[in-house]
């Protein structure tokens, strides 16, 4: 895809991901926002390997989303990509069905269950170790919240990546600056996480994390590498990009909007959609 | 002669690493000579993960999920616990081939203090329903169940005992998969224990035998899961039941059997004796603790003795 439909594609997904959540009455709208264009750059320019109906298929790039309140960016993906039925996004969170708030592995295309933080990185890396150890040609990609490096796991994962060389891992860290009730370093300093991450031995690319242009450069190393240190990927963003009053606001980590919030949200997202229909059956649906 | 439990566990790990590549065995910067003689022989296959319990779990996790069958060794007080949320979601949630080898079940590393104290592990591991958590009282059966948790290819925890032990079993009698076996018969009392207690309640028994009194003991090797119906027909006609265990109150043998016998409607009398769950400071060690909390032989044999001869009145 180019970046144009690249674009588009975020659009897209984002008017899914706000229907779902609506639809459910729950959901966390904002943490999934602000990774959208990482997850299309991932999933549709190229950078992973990846069957939709063959979801385990032995070759594929393992992802691991780490951030698991992030998933409706992950299940808006997911079901566009036909790895799951799009409809099933209309039953999002509801009893019984498979999409949960947070993922787990019933989903085709979810390696892991996330949702408490701090998990991810370590089964990444012994992912990968493990690719290395089977002389499997695969790597593997986490998504990972910035409120999340503050768990001690995520620093025991850290340290033991860029010991085992491990240069088939990627983590991104959606560093949107906010955790669930407060900016990161008014709560407990991340900063400097570039350096701190370089000082625990992995190459550290800064990246606008909205920018296809800068996603698509870094992760085009992905299975191209010419270092042996892992690679972390700090993609600064928005939480709730795209919608004016959810973005970088303590107030919006798991909150819907309500009554003329949703028109305002829903107006703000149209501008990329409008030939696609999709925002006026939105609009007749959460009037009704 | 007495044994060393790490023999035979390094003997079970050594054979399965040597018959397959993709056995890793991991250790959180936890030494034992016959994981050093592995390491000779198969570097490739041993990791010092350093000392990283969490990280650990969550690395063996991802090794499995990438077609390796992992054991993981550490202090059992510190890889059961300090990582409990890793094996509840990243090993038994996704049902890989992780197996603990928990070094020092119960108080083996008394006199360490509280941090060493492994009182409570099984009852956290009993709550993970993939988890097979397994006791073994001597090295026959921990090796045989090191080669069966590497068989099954499912979540397992191995409690180990730091102290040596005297052999019970014989390799060509038992293979360790019904989950309990009757170490002995007798008419007057069912014991229901395992692990180093195993080898108390033996020798209380020898003792008990001269006043007439006869024990049928249980080896209840496999807590979880446990082989409800062959327990239950070990213990048949038994005029009481008695679990002896080193671990706290809850989530060990006798919070089992009770729950067993309850559910089952078996009206007989019952007594579970155990550590406590209180936090022990200081030096706790082993033949102290035991003193303290009924866990000693002379303690045991009157209780043992009184359930038999005067069970209503306990």
Request: negative net charge; hydrophobic residues 40%.
């Amino acid at each position: 895809m180019d970046i144009q439909a690249l674009s588009q594609k975020s659009s897209e997904l984002r008017l899914h991901i706000l229907n779902a959540a609506l639809k459910a009455g729950k959901g966390h709208v904002p943490p999934a926002f602000s990774w959208v264009e990482i997850g299309v750059a991932l999933f549709y320019g190229g950078h992973l390997s990846f069957r939709p109906s063959e979801p385990k298929w032995e070759g594929r790039d393992r992802f691991i989303l780490s951030k698991g309140h992030g998933c409706l960016t992950l299940y808006a993906i997911l079901a566009d990509l036909g790895f799951i039925p799009k409809e099933a996004l209309d039953s999002f969170c509801q009893p019984g069905n498979v999409l949960a708030g947070h993922p787990d592995t019933n989903i085709p295309g979810v390696e892991v269950i996330s949702g408490s933080l701090g998990h991810g990185l370590g089964v990444s890396a012994g992912l990968a170790l493990g690719a290395k150890l089977n002389s499997q040609s695969w790597n593997v990609v986490t998504v990972m919240g910035d409120g999340e490096c503050q768990e001690g796991s995520v620093w025991e994962a850290a340290m033991f990546a860029s010991h085992h060389r491990l240069d088939n891992l990627v983590a991104v860290i959606d560093r949107n600056q906010l955790g669930a009730t407060s900016f990161t370093e008014k709560n407990l300093t991340l900063e400097p996480l570039e350096n701190r991450w370089e000082a625990f031995g992995w190459d550290v690319v800064s990246i606008d994390g909205h920018s296809f242009e800068e996603l698509n450069r870094v992760f085009s190393s992905i299975g191209h590498r010419t270092s042996t240190k892992p690679l972390l990927v700090l993609a600064e963003t928005v939480k709730g990009k795209g919608v004016s009053f959810m973005e970088s606001s303590v107030d919006w980590h798991h909150r819907l909007p309500k009554g003329d919030e949703v028109k305002d949200a829903l107006r703000q997202l149209t501008e990329p959609n409008i030939h696609s229909g999709l925002v006026e059956s939105m609009e007749m649906v959460h009037d009704a | 002669m007495m044994r060393d439990f790490r023999d035979a566990v390094f003997d079970g790990v050594l054979e399965v690493v040597a018959q397959d590549p993709r056995v890793m065995v991991l250790t959180n910067d936890m030494g034992a000579m016959g994981l050093s003689q592995i390491q000779e022989s198969f570097p490739k296959q041993v990791l010092n993960v350093g000392i990283s319990e969490q990280n650990m779990m969550s690395v063996a996790a991802g090794l499995a999920l990438s077609g390796s069958m992992v054991f993981a060794y550490g202090i059992a007080s510190h890889i059961t616990s300090r990582c409990y949320e890793q094996l509840k979601l990243d090993v038994c949630a996704l049902n890989v081939p992780v197996v603990i080898l928990g070094m020092g079940s119960g108080l083996s590393y008394g006199i360490d203090g509280p941090t060493h104290h492994s009182t409570h592990d099984c009852a956290l591991l009993q709550t993970l329903p993939e988890m097979t958590i397994y006791i073994p009282a001597d090295g026959v059966a921990t090796k045989a169940i090191v080669a069966r948790a590497y068989r099954e290819r499912t979540p397992a925890y191995i409690r180990i005992d730091k102290d040596p032990y005297e052999p019970i079993y014989t390799a060509e009698i038992h293979d360790f998969s019904l989950g309990n076996s009757t170490v002995q018969e007798g008419e007057s009392l069912c014991v229901v224990t395992n692990g180093i207690m195993l080898h108390r309640v033996r020798e209380v028994a020898t003792e008990l035998l001269r006043e007439g009194i006869e024990l049928t003991i249980i080896d209840l090797y496999r807590l979880n899961p446990c082989n409800e119906s062959l327990l239950l027909e070990a213990c048949h006609g038994a005029q009481a039941i008695v679990t002896v265990e080193e671990h706290g109150r809850f989530g060990g043998i006798g919070n089992l059997v009770g729950r067993l016998l309850s559910e089952q409607g078996i009206r007989i009398p019952f007594k579970g004796i155990s550590l406590s769950d209180e936090t022990m400071f200081g030096a706790a060690s082993r033949s102290w603790a035991h003193a303290k909390y009924g866990l000693d032989k002379e303690n045991l044999k009157n209780e043992l003795r009184q359930m038999a001869l005067f069970p209503m009145t306990v």
